[in-house]
């Protein structure tokens, strides 16, 4: 395998952080230390703020085909989870409400009042966790391809819709 001047794998480079976001132009890579735990993001754009949340096993860079897209129109955040991509890795606090308040402890960090939140898959989860939480700071939740995060939750809103379908003899 070829190696760089500083003995890294040249693959290893090709996919860093530092080279991915080349194809996002007007973004940064950044950090920020949120409820004890350092997150990655990226960010670019300006507007209103669009929190972009990816799923498992994903990173920022699954944004890549909409967020120069969305930067026209939105100050797009996407933040790589604790665990995934960039940022730490703790042993514990992978609950949806605790990753929820690392997002919250970003948006305050950030001075930001209320954000559009988008969540997908485990991002989506995280999305919900922190509009039902936070909504104070929510202005618009978005879930892509997302389950419920909660199994009573989602019971409790099929019976409310299943309730008001008309019964078939």
Known sequence: MTQTKDNTPLSQNLYSDDELIKDF?????QYATVNGVKLHYMEGGS???????????????????VATE?????????????????SEKPASGYDKKTMATDILELVRQLGL???????????GM??????????????????????????????STMQKLTSRLPCRS
């Open 25 to 29: 132009p007007g973004f940064t890579n």
């Open 47 to 65: 507007g209103v703020p669009l929190l972009c949340l990816p799923g498992w096993p994903q990173t920022w860079y699954s944004y890549h085909p």
């Open 70 to 86: 969305l930067a026209k129109t939105y100050r797009v955040i996407i933040v790589d989870l604790r665990g995934m991509g960039s």
């Open 113 to 123: 009042k209320k954000v559009y939140i988008m969540g997908h898959d485990i991002g």
């Open 126 to 155: 995280v999305a919900m966790s922190f509009a039902f939480n936070y909504p104070a700071f929510t202005q618009k939740l978005i879930v892509l391809d997302g389950s419920h995060p909660s199994e009573g939750m989602m019971q």
